[in-house]
């Protein structure tokens, strides 16, 4: 089973529409580490944010913002008033335990295009 | 400037040949990581390694070899056992330092390698 669903594939908007990303994730420990990932069409990841299982808080960086809920184990990304250079795709990652080199399990990615 | 540098960025083989993919890392970072990522689809995890000298299958190891003899450099043979290996190579690392245990802390990528087999 898939530890980490993205279920939109691709997603089309027209520039400074908002857009959400959905993110689920499914584990058993109670320490887990989420993450999301920008890939531009260079191909190179590029790290946004991580949340830890403890801290539900959301957090808000400029236009980008995160909503983690553990309740429904979801980490959603929302791009407010979006820009063509915000096109790219997008991936959710969980880890599991404390110890590095533990696994990275990433979602399939979701592909953002914004349409000026 | 400290990062990750993967080369050759574009890479051709011929069917039945070995091909290594360079990963080099300057940010002293313990683990390092290989992951195959296909047109449409997520990263799947190839190999990892924690520290020099060891290392552990990921989820699609067969066809695949890997080396961790300094703790910068973590080299990806491809070999001709592997029967689709046309794909998009991603090389990370991740500190083993850090508040909240060490999984807290991000994987930092290279600029990945792209394979074609001709």
């Known amino acids: 089973a898939q530890k980490v669903t993205q279920a939109q594939t691709e997603i089309s908007v027209v520039e400074k529409e908002d857009v959400t990303l959905d993110c689920v994730y499914e584990?058993?420990?109670?320490?887990?580490?989420l993450f999301w990932y920008k890939q531009p069409p260079s191909g190179e990841l590029v790290f946004l944010i991580r949340?830890?299982?403890?801290?539900?808080q959301n957090e808000i960086s400029g236009r980008y913002s995160w909503n983690f809920q553990k309740s429904t184990s979801s980490f959603n990304f929302t791009i407010t008033a979006s820009q063509v250079v915000d096109s790219a795709v997008y991936f959710c990652?969980?880890?599991?335990?404390?110890?590095?080199?533990?696994?990275?399990?990433f979602g399939t990615g979701t592909s953002l295009t914004v349409i000026p | 400037d400290g990062g990750i540098t993967q080369s050759p960025k574009y890479l051709f083989r011929k069917e039945g040949q070995n091909v290594t993919l360079s990963c080099e890392q300057n940010?002293?970072?313990?683990?390092m990581y290989w992951y195959r990522q296909d047109p449409g689809q997520g990263l799947r995890l190839i190999y990892y390694?924690?520290?020099?000298?060891?290392?552990q299958k990921g989820d699609i190891a067969e066809g695949y070899s890997v080396s961790r003899e300094k703790k910068e450099s973590f080299p990806l043979t491809v070999t001709s056992a592997q029967k689709n290996p046309t794909a998009f190579y991603l090389c990370?690392?991740?500190?083993?330092?850090?508040?909240?245990?060490?999984?807290?802390?991000?994987?930092?990528f290279g600029p990945g390698t792209r394979l074609t087999v001709l």
């Open positions: 940010l002293n970072h313990d683990a």
């Open positions: 390694s924690q520290i020099v000298n060891d290392f």
């Open positions: 584990t058993r420990d109670t320490t887990y580490y």
């Open positions: 990652a969980l880890s599991e335990g404390w110890y590095t080199g533990n696994q990275f399990y």
């Open positions: 949340r830890n299982s403890f801290d539900e």
């Open positions: 990370a690392s991740q500190s083993g330092t850090g508040s909240g245990g060490a999984s807290y802390n991000e994987q930092f």
